[in-house]
């Protein structure tokens, strides 16, 4: 943003988000620009039909556009005698659609369609006349503008087109704004692209991660050593000197009730580590009493084993490292012929090789001790098992300070997206008066 100078004269817009504005730039309102029109509710028996000629998008259909400046196809179409007939309008090509409820990242989240369609009654079309500015530059406006700001707050906060058309806006000669656009979509894509390349990384930190992980614990740190077959499907070989062992033989299940409330940490398993909870009885669900609760102490080892069939994606065990107390839901283990940490990083290798899920019985694909005393565990010698969590404690913190450093380049890549945005749709600069490159 920097390679680019300011206009030669401002004026004051006396709008706070516009602020001053180039003097040959006028202020209006979004209406100016354009038709902003509702859409109507779905009819039923047409639920799940795509083969008709009008594509029929749901406020939902948002959230599944993620990225790109276009919705997704729809799986709902319906006729347009249908449509007629529903009072539906036909919004055109490049209409820009968004919500007008919901949050702040499901109002500020614009898209324009691909082909002639219809949207349903939480959304609203802006159909931009071409003939003020181009529609790339209305997309971009749009999308500077918080929506959120302007929305009525409550449990979903809410704002009709009406309220929507008044927004005001800062406005280029027609020209200009077509020039404008065609900067802005250069640059967004030079960073978009920057972004996705970071992105991609990230993902290939993290299935390294992973691999570190299954790799180190159930194959070690020598790789020079004779090996055998383990017996376990999905560990296969495993140095020939390590042991392979029942689940229960190395283990305790534990059951120590919190009568009289002995303890007060309250303790969660989230996204694979132990971690403290507040009893924060405004917030979700609590038990009446925390003598339900079952004491851990650092060394156990806690599983949540509920919900196998609908939660495919959780980490599902870790050590305990600070003493306190955690639901019974989650069946905690105590080692005692297996290292603690090397145990709990063996776990999760058998959670990311998804072993767990073939397990589980009932309705809720559950797991009891029973069901998981006899899982044959690998055992290398003690020595290996400490040297082996050290490691992967180590590599692990250097992969995740590589994904904090790179998450936050891409953080600041789409500030930087955004105000770049903003500067040119309220003329802070002229993107068509370039001064020097950005590295």
């Known amino acids: 943003m920097n390679r680019y100078s300011s206009y030669q004269s401002y004026k004051e817009s006396g709008i706070e988000w516009i602020g001053q504005l180039p003097n040959h730039w006028r202020v209006g309102k979004l209406k100016h620009l354009g038709t902003l029109k509702g859409g109507a509710g779905f009819p039923i028996n047409l639920q799940g039909q795509s083969d008709l000629e009008v594509g029929f998008y749901k406020v939902g259909d948002l959230a599944k556009s993620l990225d790109g400046k276009y ?34 990242l499901f109002l500020n989240r614009r898209r324009f369609v691909k082909s002639p369609c219809c949207i349903d009654n939480n959304m609203t079309g802006f159909v931009v006349d071409e003939s003020k500015v181009s529609s790339e530059y209305a997309y971009h406006l749009t999308s500077a503008i918080d929506f959120a ?39 967004i894509t030079r960073i978009d692209t920057l972004i996705n390349k970071k992105t991609i990384f990230i993902e290939l930190l993290k ?101 196998l069939q609908n939660d495919k994606r959780s980490l599902r065990s870790a050590e305990v490292i600070e003493k ?80 904090e450093k790179t998450q936050r380049s891409i953080d600041l890549l789409k500030e930087r997206r955004i105000a770049f945005i903003t500067a040119a749709v309220t003329g802070k600069i002229d993107v068509n008066n370039k001064q020097e490159s950005i590295s």
Not at 160 to 175: D, K, R, T
Not at 263 to 291: A, Q, W
């Open 149 to 187: 700001y302007y929305a009525k707050p409550g449990a979903v906060p809410s704002l009709s087109e009406g309220e929507q058309s008044s927004i005001p806006v800062a406005i280029p000669p027609c020209s200009e704004s077509h020039e404008i656009a065609k900067k802005l979509n250069y640059e």
């Open 324 to 403: 306190g107390i955690i639901t019974s839901a989650y069946m905690a283990i105590r080692p005692h012929s297996i290292q603690s940490t090397y145990f709990a990083w063996l776990m999760r290798s058998y959670d990311l090789c998804k072993v767990f899920y073939g397990l589980g019985g009932g309705i809720r694909q559950s797991l009891k001790f029973e069901d998981v005393k006899r899982l044959p565990i690998v055992v290398p010698p003690v020595s290996e098992q400490i040297e082996i969590s050290k490691f992967i404690e180590r590599q692990l913190n250097l992969i995740d300070t590589l994904i």
């Open 71 to 104: 919705l997704s196809d729809t799986s709902n179409t319906l006729n347009r005698e249908d449509a007629i007939a529903l009072g539906a309008t036909i919004f055109p090509e490049r209409t820009i659609v968004w919500a007008k409820i919901g949050g702040a």
């Open 207 to 307: 299935e390294k991660r992973q691999c570190l992980i299954i790799d180190s614990a159930t194959k070690g740190r020598n790789t020079n050593v004779p090996l055998k077959n383990s017996g376990i499907e999905w560990v296969g070989t495993i140095p020939a000197h390590w042991e392979v062992k029942p689940f229960f033989a190395l283990l305790s299940e534990l059951n120590r009730k919190n009568i009289g409330l002995i303890e007060t940490n309250i303790l969660s398993l989230s996204y694979g580590r132990i971690v403290r909870k507040s009893d924060n009885r405004n917030m979700g669900l609590v038990p009446e009493s925390y003598e339900t609760y079952q004491i851990v102490e650092p060394g156990d080892v806690v599983f949540r084993f509920t919900d």
